[in-house]
């Protein structure tokens, strides 16, 4: 293999560290959005920041396994849950696609966090897919 | 809403799916029994057609998006209906036959089926819309059939010009269609008859008249788009007959024809009619008279009735229109028997040169007989459906005013032309002395027989009984085509008159065409200015020209070359900003408070810091993590002026984007070092300073103009109480704009698809070397 393996002693004991750091810290990113600072699309990006550190650590056929699901499935799992939810708002005939219903307002559950769900899942899979194969190739 | 008009459609549509599924046996036999019921269908309709009753059906209609019209049938379109399921039941009944053993027949059979449906429904359809995807898909399908002996590269040709001519003119033709339907307010062909004072009033009635009729002409093979006809006689012969003599080339016809209500009083439309359907026919004349090969001949005489027929609806008084509908149903029948027999000919002997042909009579007799029929008809003899066809074009042009003499004159040699190749497929192929020939020919079977003999006969028929032709067809369609009750009387015997006349010296013409035949035909083939200068030429020239064009423009803007790709980037977006901002007096100063400046402002020295650092870095990498300096102190910013979700997530991509580039890019292998000299180097930086200066001008101008805050008043206001949520940012993102976010991040799974792509042969190649290591 072309050096990806000769990473630090440092880089290869922290990235299951920093990844399971970044994980928890994304999903909270990703639900607090709805009031504070935050969001799907910036949950994602963290997410994938920590998948990229494993894969600089680890090497990324290490962060494939990690991963248990492959990039590009997780992006298109991502469009096809923002999509869905979208679909429960036309039971009611003057809503349009995409009005999103709620169950709790006041700790923002609803279709709406569905369709930021996707948005993450989106986002992780585009950004490790790329990143994965550049550093690959 | 009438079933009998859907059936035939539904027929079609069962037919090209189970026909897909059978065996080249037995699939032409499922063909010819679509179209029978399809006939069957539309002869059950003839009764309250012909007494003027409305039948039409919701068919096909999407009133949501404007597309009213559905299905209708008038007279016009019954006789077409008529002769395209009638000629397509023989017409599969031939193939069978002609093809026997090919196992290509199955895909045949379900293109035939297919272009028969796209056909019917496009004689049938009362919207615009649905006429011109009826229209097209008659345009695709004869590309298949024309293509069906696709290792032949003429025939790939053939194809491909039928396909490029008509299918582009059914384009030009969308766009007439379009304006009449603006100009109307609705995309029913009946309902913008209706609106005739309308679209004649609109500005744009003479493109929407010219759109239209270049349209029908590329369809109907009129000069100058007739070259593509006799090229397209690469197909065989069943498919030749079908679509080539008896049906799509008409389809032009049928619709100047049915837009003729709209037009019939207009100079223009006339002027062009009457002239190119002159010049078309003179030159299928002149053409057909210099081929020896059957099939061309046929061809080129096809284009003599095409051109004939425009002509004729051209003309403006009724009589005219009469006499196109009785020549229609005259041309149909004979030609579609002598192409099959041309068939009939070249598959008994081995050969289609009218050379090399004579005395078949002997020894195929059915055969003879029904030539002796068609061409009779073909050549306006008494007692058949030509002949009456013929007198009453001779009438119709006396008619024609000032010009009538000019008309007649270029009639005279259009029949007689006519006459004299129907001798040759006579006299010349049936009697005389046998000559030797590749095979040693019989009648074909049945199958092949039937529909020349049928076909041959029914001009008979029809020519015995004018008066059942006047009432049953020429009435009603001529009805049609002047949306006023034409008063029809057909007979075959008119007293010695002008026209008579003008028979007698169309046979003695057309005679001495024949006699002169063997001389004229050489001679007329060494007149090589048709061939240098002709349509064709300048069809081939012209194709060659777009690819060229298409080669140079690529060669010019996929050079391959990162950095060209970088220049042309950054100077059409620099050029588009400052012209932009100067034409349309954009450039403007903000004022500017320097009381408001503080220590925030350290965020845009380390942007300014950073872009230095990436400019004079000494290494890529350096430029890299310098550049990333410029993106984090833009987050700073970001943060300081109250934008903490932008910060953040330009933090994260920020981040993301340095350990892209440092970890990733670097290891690509970028072959070429930076060699350029100091030369480039300065203009490159002429276009980065440019650019720059572009941009910067932009947000200045931007910062000038007053801040707009509606937009955010209304989601500031809006965002708790109907979105549940204190983000606005956010909530923009998930449930204002979710339709926005679901594309954006469809369009990031699909670069991340098209990244993964671009990456893969790279991967597959290292790892078959992986085993030779």
């Not at chain 2, 034409?486 to 169309?506: E, R």
């Not at chain 2, 080669?551 to 588009?576: E, K, N």
Request: charged share 10%; with cysteine; hydrophobic share 55%.
């Amino acid at each position: 293999m072309n050096g990806v393996m000769k990473s630090s002693l440092i880089l290869r004991t922290m990235a299951p560290l920093v990844l399971w750091l970044a994980l928890p810290v994304s999903i909270i990113v990703l639900i607090q959005g709805h009031n504070n600072p935050g969001g799907g699309f910036v949950g994602g990006l963290v997410a994938a920041a920590g998948v990229i550190f494993y894969a600089l650590g680890r090497g990324p056929e290490a962060a494939r396994v990690i991963m248990r699901v492959p990039p590009a499935t997780l992006c298109g799992a991502g469009i096809l849950l923002a999509a869905l939810s979208g679909l429960p708002a036309l039971l009611d005939p003057s809503a349009a696609f995409l009005t999103h219903l709620w169950w709790m307002t006041d700790y923002g559950l609803g279709t709406a966090l569905i369709f930021d769900i996707g948005v993450y899942l989106t986002v992780v899979g585009t950004a490790t897919a790329i990143f994965l194969a550049l550093i690959r190739g | 809403m009438s079933f009998f008009l859907i059936l035939p459609l539904l027929a079609g549509i069962v037919g090209s799916v189970v026909g897909a599924r059978m065996s080249p046996r037995t699939a032409p036999l499922l063909g010819a029994g679509v179209a029978g019921i399809a006939f069957l269908s539309y002869a059950a309709l003839a009764s309250s057609v012909i007494a003027g009753l409305p039948v039409e059906a919701a068919f096909w209609s999407v009133p949501s998006l404007g597309m009213g019209g559905g299905l209708q049938m008038d007279g016009l379109g019954l006789v077409f209906a008529l002769l395209i399921s009638g000629i397509g039941f023989f017409i599969f009944l031939y193939a069978s036959r002609y093809l026997a053993g090919d196992t290509r027949l199955t895909r045949l059979s379900v293109m035939l089926i297919l272009f028969m449906l796209a056909m019917l429904g496009a004689v049938t359809a009362d919207d615009v819309i649905v006429l011109f995807i009826f229209w097209e898909m008659t345009s695709l399908t004869s590309f298949f059939l024309v293509g069906y002996d696709h290792e032949k590269p003429e025939a790939r040709k053939a194809a491909l010009q039928a396909l490029l001519v008509t299918g582009g003119g059914g384009l030009v033709l969308l766009a007439g269609l379009l304006l009449l339907a603006i100009a109307a307010g609705t995309t029913s062909l009946s309902g913008i008859i209706a609106a005739r004072e309308t679209v004649l009033a609109d500005p744009t009635a003479l493109a929407a008249m010219l759109l239209v009729i270049i349209g029908c002409f590329t369809k109907s093979a009129q000069v100058p788009f007739h070259f593509w006809l006799p090229n397209a006689m690469a197909a065989p012969t069943p498919v030749s007959a079908y679509l080539h003599s008896a049906t799509m080339v008409k389809l032009g016809i049928y619709l100047l024809a049915r837009v003729n209500p709209l037009y019939q009083d207009e100079i223009v439309w006339q002027t062009i009619l009457t002239w190119f359907g002159l010049a078309t026919g003179i030159t299928g004349g002149l053409l057909a008279l210099r081929e020896t090969d059957l099939k061309r001949i046929l061809a080129y005489t096809t284009l003599t009735a095409l051109g004939t027929l425009t002509m004729l609806i051209g003309l403006a008084p009724q009589l005219s229109i009469v006499a196109a509908m009785a020549f229609l149903v005259a041309h149909a029948l004979y030609k579609a028997a002598l192409f099959l027999i041309a068939g009939i000919v070249d598959h008994e002997t081995g050969t289609r040169d009218a050379r090399l042909l004579g005395g078949l009579r002997t020894l195929m007799p059915l055969t003879a007989g029904a030539t002796v029929l068609a061409t009779l008809s073909m050549a306006g003899l008494p007692p058949f459906i030509g002949f009456l066809g013929k007198e009453l074009i001779y009438e119709a042009v006396l008619g024609a005013g000032d010009f009538a003499i000019v008309l007649v004159i270029g009639m005279i040699f259009v029949n007689g032309a006519n006459v004299a190749i129907a001798g040759l497929l006579s006299l010349r192929l049936f009697f005389g002395e046998r000559k030797p020939t590749p095979a040693k020919p019989h009648d074909p079977p049945a199958g092949m027989l039937a529909g020349p003999i049928t076909l041959a006969l029914l001009g008979l028929v029809f020519g015995v009984l004018p008066a059942l032709v006047g009432l049953w067809i020429v009435s009603p369609s001529a009805s049609a085509i002047l949306g006023e009750t034409a008063v029809v009387s057909l007979s075959l015997w008119h007293g010695f008159n002008l026209v008579l006349g003008l028979s007698a010296v169309t046979l003695i013409s057309g005679a001495v065409l024949y006699l002169s035949w063997p001389r004229l035909m050489p001679a007329l083939q060494g007149l090589a200015f048709i061939d240098r200068f002709g349509a064709n030429r300048a069809y081939d020239l012209g194709l060659a020209g777009i690819l060229r064009l298409c080669d140079r423009s690529t060669a010019l803007i996929q050079h391959g070359d990162l950095r060209g790709y970088l220049r042309t980037l950054f100077l059409v977006t620099a050029i588009s900003l400052l012209l932009t901002l100067v034409l349309r007096d954009g450039l403007a100063l903000p004022v500017f408070d320097w009381a408001s400046v503080d220590a925030r402002a350290l965020a845009f020295l380390g942007i300014a810091g950073g872009g230095l650092a990436t400019m004079l870095a000494p290494s890529l990498f350096g430029a890299v993590v310098a550049s990333g300096l410029v993106g984090f102190a833009a987050a700073l910013a970001f943060l300081f002026f109250g934008a903490p979700d932008v910060a953040f997530t330009q933090f994260a991509v920020e981040t993301l984007l340095v350990a892209i580039l440092a970890f990733a890019l670097i290891r690509l292998p970028i072959r070429r070092p930076d060699d350029r000299v100091a030369r480039d180097r300065l203009k490159d930086g002429g276009i980065a300073v440019v650019t720059g200066v572009s941009v910067t001008l932009l947000l200045l101008a931007v910062l000038a103009t007053p801040f707009d805050s509606r937009l955010s008043d209304w989601f500031g206001k809006n965002s708790l109480p109907e979105a549940f949520g204190r983000n606005v940012v956010n909530v923009i993102l998930v449930d204002f704009r979710a339709l926005d976010t679901l594309g954006e991040i469809t369009v990031l799974a699909i670069a991340a698809f098209a990244v993964l792509a671009l990456l893969r042969p790279r991967i597959e190649k290292s790892a078959t070397k992986e085993p030779s290591r």
